[in-house]
């Protein structure tokens, strides 16, 4: 098969992924399935089990009292062994691997196996085939409250701050939880203490950060600073008094210790030490894993009785500041717990967040409880201050240095002055609905150590190593945040982007959906109990996502758009210098490369005739755009700044640099001298027609009812101060260019030598599967006709040119089909453009 025998192609031209039991829908999906964390991981699983079986062998018939020690040691005559692994439960089995093959087929040549007078059965160890087999769902016992029971909880709450008291209430850990968990804490203490002396194990996160919930991870750290010097001074006291040194330090020539040096080894050495003490002393253990490639390497575990599951990392001192941090603000205000609490069960019900698989694109808990305290130091007056303020308020000795960033703040909120604000939960927590409903979260990076949010073409610019001496005090490390659709700074770590998982349909939806709530919480449903029974309040906020639409039937269907969402990501280092000079008009700038962009894809790539709204068409226009055609296909109506009056030429050496700033000085003399004109009737259709016998001549701007503007401009747009930048084609189709589009680009590719194939989903190999569509069709005939609009929104909307589309006369009705090729087609060919820009 093309993709490995992983792959099988389905009877309905889909693939299936038989390593991880998915289905994808298309080839592009699919390459981005194979490229994905899941099946690579499952691939790297799949390839140690398989190595582990070509070198280990089987082994019954030894005493249930018989250790793994006892047994690498019988099975050392052979050759190396690298690792016994036997069934704990039963103790009846073992699985002995070799580190090389050789010591594999000495021992199954040896004629009689024999430990401890007990005759031992070897044989090779069965090959089976590998199978993902998916997590078992949750105990019930153990899961969350239902909503149903959760629901009738609060329907009999008074008001809306007693059903958010009781929403703590009901998924905080107990008493009795606790305890369970500070007992688990002090036996893993005393077992690693006997490995690493004087180790210290530090339990962060949500177990002790106040916003635990039940049936937590349990996220340990563990302290070996104390133990390197412990090491070190037991190693010099060897060294000067050989064999007669009788302090306490001699213990660690007993200890896990005398085979590692902490001074020297790696974090996955001792990441493989912790993994043995757990496997091996720890009662109740078990699904111990090593996972020393992640980004904080971890070792993962589970407590069979407890049913708990934890995790153990080495080098995470942050997240442990980090946990008194979170700590410091639930102490400050007693109504961040509450608002936490329900903001993020509220992000669950709507999928937002709490992915049970972890990772993916959806946004985890501790950036979920960042942006809550990012609204509330927002608020007038703050409810919470910003981390630069606590830095002031904090004393010399609670001064904080962590891998370089500054974590220091009071350790008690004595320290910190009460807030003024007194505003209730209820109104805290629509308040928060309409913060984020507005905010503009492609064009911000979210700052709680400023506490604002800070333009995202501030860090356009920043280069590893370029960066000026105010940057190097406030971020002393050499990397900069990965900016994304959502970007929330970490308090300490400034170069981690906590939400840099998320991708735009996620963001989409966190803005759709507090939109919603911001919507809901401004009716009496919401802050009134309701006097029939009904359910009111945070009871209808939590209905989850799916269980009622949004808006009004048919909404969707009424409006032609496409949204191509600003990722600073994609663009070249010199064009987000360019966005970064440009400071707020930035989106402007991006607005023009974009249109630029747009008109290329329609023109060059999908062979459509493109033309700005409102010239003359030439009569028999065949689709072949000429050089002069290629000249002005669009214009935009903007304010000043930027570069005046902004007009686009979409030529392809203006997509790709061409000559430089020649080129780029000829084509706005070229359009300064063709103006063509891009207002909107009342009906936001129809377009006014420049007088084309007045060449050059500019018409007299509109007034009054004239001005008219498009129902979305009612929106704030870019700034304050700024009008919103505008672009209007005329466009003609000749060709299904989306009809069997996928056996068109399959069969170039089988037609084409390998080594001068097209890049997958390249704008190259797009142009070439239209022009294989267009020689099917030898008589090109007018398909369809359309007028595109483009404006970029900004400001309090999400920064994004959008794409409006107009239909002419579609008597076959096929432009539903096209603009449903376009919806995802158009956006991915756009970006890459912008990847190639110069």
């Not at 309701?530 to 359910?535: E, I, T, W």
Request: glycine share 6%.
């Amino acid at each position: 098969m093309e993709f490995g025998d992983d792959i099988e192609q389905t009877p309905k031209g889909k693939f299936h992924c038989k390593l991880c039991d998915v289905n994808v829908p298309n080839k592009a999906s699919l390459e981005d399935h194979l490229k994905g964390r899941k099946h690579q991981k499952l691939s790297s699983v799949r390839d140690t089990r398989r190595a582990q079986e070509t070198k280990s062998v089987f082994v019954s018939g030894f005493m249930r009292e018989t250790s793994q020690l006892q047994l690498a040691d019988y099975f050392q005559q052979f050759g190396p062994v690298a690792e016994v692994i036997m069934d704990k439960e039963k103790g009846v089995y073992a699985f002995v691997e070799f580190s090389e093959t050789k010591g594999l087929q000495s021992a199954l040549s040896h004629p009689h196996h024999s430990l401890e007078g007990q005759k031992l059965r070897v044989k090779p160890r069965e090959r089976k085939e590998f199978r993902y087999i998916p997590k078992k769902k949750q105990d019930p016992k153990n899961s969350l409250l239902s909503l149903e029971d959760l629901s009738q909880e609060l329907c009999q709450a008074a008001s809306v701050n007693e059903q958010m008291q009781r929403v703590v209430e009901s998924f905080q850990l107990s008493e009795s939880e606790k305890k369970v968990r500070a007992l688990l804490v002090e036996l893993l203490q005393e077992v690693f203490t006997e490995f690493f002396p004087e180790c210290q194990i530090v339990p962060f996160g949500s177990s002790v950060n106040t916003f635990d919930i039940h049936c937590c991870d349990l996220d340990l750290f563990l302290d070996l600073e104390n133990t390197k010097t412990f090491q070190a001074r037991a190693k010099s006291c060897s060294e000067q008094q050989t064999g007669e040194c009788h302090s306490e330090d001699a213990r660690s020539e007993d200890s896990i210790l005398s085979d590692i040096d902490l001074s020297t080894a790696s974090p996955a050495e001792v990441l493989d030490l912790v993994a043995a003490v757990l496997r091996k002393c720890v009662p109740g253990v078990h699904k111990v894993q090593a996972l020393s490639s992640a980004r904080l390497p971890v070792v993962k575990f589970s407590h069979r009785e407890l049913g708990l599951q934890g995790d153990i990392t080495i080098n995470n001192r942050l997240a442990v500041r980090n946990t008194r941090f979170l700590q410091l603000c639930s102490r400050l205000d007693m109504r961040v717990r509450p608002l936490v609490y329900a903001i993020r069960y509220w992000a669950k019900q709507k999928q937002l967040a709490g992915n049970p698989f972890g990772g993916g694109p959806l946004m985890n808990n501790y950036a979920l409880t960042l942006l809550v305290i990012f609204f509330l130091q927002n608020r007038d007056p703050p409810v919470v201050p910003a981390v630069d303020q606590l830095k002031e308020l904090a004393c010399e000795e609670e001064e904080c240095v962590i891998e370089g960033w500054d974590c220091t703040f009071p350790s008690q909120p004595i320290a910190v002055p009460p807030s003024r604000n007194t505003e209730d939960l209820c109104t805290l927590l629509a308040g928060f609905f309409s913060f984020y409903a507005q905010f503009d979260f492609a064009g911000s990076v979210i700052s709680l150590r400023e506490g604002r949010a800070l333009p995202i073409t501030s860090f356009l610019s920043k280069d590893q190593g370029e960066e000026g001496e105010q940057d190097k005090a406030r971020d002393p490390a050499p990397k900069t945040p990965r900016l994304g659709p959502v970007n929330v700074l970490d308090p300490f770590e400034l170069s981690h982007n906590v939400a840099g998982n998320l991708n735009e349909r996620t963001q989409k939806n966190l803005r759709r959906e507090c939109e919603e709530a911001a919507k809901y919480c401004r009716s009496l449903q919401y802050q009134r109990k309701s006097a029939k029974g009904k359910a009111w309040g945070l009871v209808r906020l939590f209905v989850p996502c799916g269980s009622s639409a949004h808006g009004p039937p048919g909404a969707a269907e009424r409006h032609l758009v496409i949204g191509i969402p600003f990722r600073a990501a994609v663009l070249p280092d010199a064009v987000r210098h360019q966005l970064h000079s440009a400071g707020d008009l930035f989106r402007q700038l991006w607005f023009e490369k974009v249109s630029h962009a747009v008109v290329t894809v329609f023109r060059d790539v999908l062979k459509c005739s493109v033309e700005p709204a409102g010239s003359p068409r030439k009569a028999g226009h065949t689709g072949q755009s000429s050089g002069k055609d290629a000249g002005l296909l669009g214009c935009c109506s903007s304010s000043s700044g930027l570069a005046g009056k902004i007009a686009f030429a979409v030529g392809q050496t203006a997509i790709t640099g061409g000559d430089g700033d020649e080129n780029r000085k000829s084509i706005h003399e070229e359009n300064n001298n063709c103006d063509v004109d891009t207002s909107l009737s009342e009906s936001g259709k129809e377009h006014r027609p420049l007088n084309s016998d007045q060449g050059g001549v500019k018409r007299a701007l509109p007034s009054g009812d004239d001005m008219t503007m498009s129902p979305s401009s009612k929106k704030q747009r870019l700034d304050s101060s700024d009008k919103s930048a505008t672009a209007c084609w005329h466009c003609l189709l000749w060709h299904r260019v989306w009809a069997a589009r996928r056996k068109v680009r399959r069969d170039l590719l089988k037609s084409l030598p390998a080594a001068s194939r097209p890049e997958g989903g390249s704008v190259e190999l797009e142009t070439q599967v239209t022009e294989c569509i267009a020689q099917e069709q030898p008589t090109a005939e007018k398909l369809l006709e359309f007028s595109l609009e483009a404006e970029v929104l900004g400001g309090t909307e999400n920064t994004q040119t959008v794409l409006k589309f107009t239909p002419g006369d579609d008597q076959a009705g096929l432009f539903q089909d096209f603009f449903h090729f376009l919806e995802s087609f158009l956006p991915k060919m756009t970006e890459k453009l912008l990847e190639k820009l110069e």
